[in-house]
Nanobody, 123 residues
């Protein structure tokens, strides 16, 4: 059973920073792509960032490129998202996901999600 547990959300002012973590357990992820998605109130869930567990290649949505950094710690089986220069439009519930697939120009999640962590950016 794969488990993904996020932590690190909170309230921050515009221009500030937050870091999210996602502890993964249940199997190895060495051949996997993992990533972050977010869902704002009244909007569909959207891709934020992804990383290849082996090799570390990263991918970002245009809306966060240059401000967010995704990384992983293989030994700890933990995924991270460092968010800088936050904007009110970054306010959303952020989800960690495993087994991402790239299709028609964007990333889609697999079957495994975390419970989500709220990020609120005040103006």
């Amino acid at each position: 059973q794969v488990q993904l547990v996020e932590s690190g959300g909170g309230l921050v002012q515009a221009g500030g920073s937050l870091g999210l973590s996602c502890a993964a357990s249940g199997r190895t992820f060495s051949s996997n792509v993992m990533g972050w998605f977010r869902q704002a109130p009244g909007k569909e869930r959207e891709f934020v960032a992804a990383i290849r567990w082996s090799g570390g290649r990263t991918y970002y949505a245009d809306s966060v490129k240059g401000r967010f950094t995704i990384s992983r710690d293989n030994a700890k089986n933990t995924l991270y998202l460092q968010m800088n220069s936050l904007k009110p439009e970054d306010t959303a519930v952020y989800y960690c996901a495993a087994d991402l697939r790239f299709y028609k120009g964007t990333w889609y999640p697999g079957d495994y999600w975390g419970q989500g962590t709220q990020v609120t950016v005040s103006s």
